[in-house]
């Protein structure tokens, strides 16, 4: 009997151990990008989101010897677009409309937590802030988001 979660419950279920094999929800998670970049969930709740990566200039990195401004970029997405995931209803989606980050230090090789909050949670538009820190406890970038709920025939295909 497949059991059909909610996201929130499916991702809270993933992480403390109790989700059942034939647990679905109507978000792909894992998601590919996070499988790929090696991305891990480790707390969650509504319109909240915290994701890790092990971040290393030698796989990450750009011309400098850093880990690139781009992987950052796809870690606040990510954990954004995982915060909203959890803040919908069924049958709705979305599309990340604007991102914006701020870099303050660089980065070689450290576990990296990112955090995205709701700043405002409309009926269409939803805003979000993403912290990034090293694992030092150093902030890395903060990224502001906005992102937008789609329903209907938007959201069919999506």
């Not at 009997?1 to 109790?18: H, I, V």
């Not at 069924?90 to 090789?109: H, K």
């Not at 990296?112 to 993403?130: I, N, S």
Request: net charge negative; aromatic share 6%; charged share 20%.
């Amino acid at each position: 009997m497949n059991s059909k979660l909610s996201t929130l419950a499916f991702l809270r279920q993933q992480l403390d151990g109790s989700l059942p094999a034939d647990a679905t929800t109507e978000m792909r998670y894992p998601t590919a990008i996070s499988k790929l970049l090696g991305f891990r969930i480790t707390d969650i709740d509504v319109g909240y989101a915290q994701v890790e990566l092990d971040a290393d200039a030698a796989i990450h990195g750009n011309q400098q010897g850093t880990v690139h401004g781009g992987m950052l970029c796809e870690l606040a997405d990510a954990t954004i677009g995982t915060a909203h995931s959890t803040a919908i209803a069924e049958g709705e989606t979305f599309a990340s409309i604007d991102l914006r980050i701020s870099f303050f230090r660089p980065v070689w090789r450290s576990v990296l937590t990112a955090t995205a909050r709701q700043v405002q949670h409309g009926k269409t538009l939803t805003h979000y802030e993403c912290k990034i820190i090293r694992d030092d406890g150093k902030p890395v970038a903060l990224a502001t988001s906005t992102v937008m709920t789609l329903r209907g025939d938007a959201a069919n295909g999506r």
